[in-house]
């Protein structure tokens, strides 16, 4: 049974960059996808990025981050990474890391939470002043 574990969320200035980290612990995910979610209070859970690990690795964006956030992977260390850069206040909130249900789940602009499973407990992430 795979674990996911986040960190890194702080507060940051406006502006500012900061990098969390989720790690994948009691089994690999190779051929999965791993997610990258934020949930404002108050709104519902979004999908940010999309990293898939299986055949053609490829990585994909929503509209509000793309050009500003980074997802990246450690296969040594079963590590995924999202660097955010230029933050704003609209980037608070909790940020999670999950798993695709499926193997071999094909990454677009579009990340349905409905599409992943196996969630971290999350990492909050305050951009203010």
């Known amino acids: 049974q795979v674990q996911l574990v986040e960190s890194g969320g702080t507060l940051v200035q406006p502006g500012g960059s900061l990098r969390l980290s989720c790690v994948a612990s009691g089994s690999n995910l190779d051929g999965f996808a791993v997610g990258w979610f934020r949930q404002a209070p108050g709104k519902e859970r979004e999908g940010l990025a999309c990293i898939r690990n299986s055949g053609l690795v490829r990585t994909t964006y929503t509209e509000s981050v793309n050009g500003r956030f980074t997802s990246s992977r450690d296969t040594a260390d079963n590590t995924w990474y999202l660097q955010m850069n230029s933050l704003e206040p609209g980037d608070t909130g909790v940020y999670y890391c999950?798993?695709?249900?499926?193997?071999?789940?094909?990454?677009?602009?579009?990340?349905?939470?409905?599409?992943?499973?196996?969630w971290g407990q999350g990492t909050q992430v305050i951009v203010s002043s």
């Open positions: 999950a798993k695709s249900v499926g193997r071999h789940y094909w990454c677009s602009d579009l990340i349905p939470p409905t599409h992943f499973d196996t």
